[in-house]
């Protein structure tokens, strides 16, 4: 059975650090994969997928960017961290029949 | 454009009581169509998904849900809730198109509380 994994699970960094999160996922081959941010009242906002291995499309500019350097890996990463960037990140992944499947989650809180 | 509206932010019901939340969609098509319950710091699971067919669709949980495509509606309903079930309901949907990337819409959420 597939699964997808996340980590950390909390993260507390200051404003202007670097930012690394990333998800994996086990049992599938080439997944459509996804980061989602999760602000409180806000829903899903979707902030990046991808396809296939090094093929990125952004839904929303931002200081955040997203690398697929692997098939079941995807990395969500900022140079500079920004108090507005603070939510709870989810990763998913899904085959081409549409429905996604969730990680756990990264808290991160930006000080 | 297309959207999703879940018009309830939050709902309180009795234990035992009956459950629906509401779902509408604004879309140029039947959409695929989707329900996931997120429990407090953790990721969404899905509850349940209509494709085609069958418009009344039966989900894990024992929840089910009802397509209508004259309300462009997709609500979710459970005959009696449980305490375990209050939690933050998300509606979604995603394009019917071919070559589409795969991407959901997601409604804002319903958070349902649930009384002893």
């Known amino acids: 059975s597939q699964t997808i994994h996340q980590w950390p699970a909390t993260l507390v960094q200051p404003v202007g650090s670097p930012l690394s999160l990333e998800c994996t996922v086990e049992?599938?081959?080439?997944?459509?994969l996804y980061w989602y941010r999760q602000a409180a009242g806000r829903g899903l906002q979707l902030l990046f997928y991808s396809v296939g291995i090094g093929q990125i499309s952004s839904e929303v500019p931002q200081n955040l960017s997203a690398s697929r350097p692997q098939d079941r890996q995807f990395i969500l990463s900022s140079k500079k961290l920004l108090l507005s960037d603070s939510g709870f990140y989810l990763c998913?992944?899904?085959?081409?029949?549409?429905?996604?499947?969730f990680g756990p989650g990264t808290r991160l809180t930006v000080t | 454009a297309q959207s999703v509206t879940q018009p309830d932010i939050h709902i309180t019901v009795s234990e035992g009581a009956s459950l629906e939340l509401r779902c509408n969609y604004s879309y140029g098509a039947t959409p695929y169509l989707f329900w996931y319950v997120q429990s407090p710091g953790q990721g969404l699971q899905l509850l349940l998904k209509?494709?085609?067919?069958?418009?009344l669709v039966q989900g894990i949980k024992g929840f089910e849900a009802e397509f209508k495509r004259s309300q462009s509606s997709f609500n979710l309903r459970k005959p009696s809730v449980h305490w375990s079930d209050a939690a933050e309901y998300f509606c979604?949907?995603?394009?019917?198109?071919?070559?589409?990337?795969?991407?959901?819409?997601f409604g804002k959420g319903t958070k349902l509380s649930v009384k002893p």
């Open positions: 998913a992944w899904s085959s081409r029949v549409h429905e996604q499947y």
């Open positions: 209509y494709f085609s067919g069958d418009t």
């Open positions: 049992g599938t081959s080439n997944p459509n």
């Open positions: 979604a949907v995603g394009a019917r198109l071919e070559g589409s990337q795969g991407n959901l819409i």
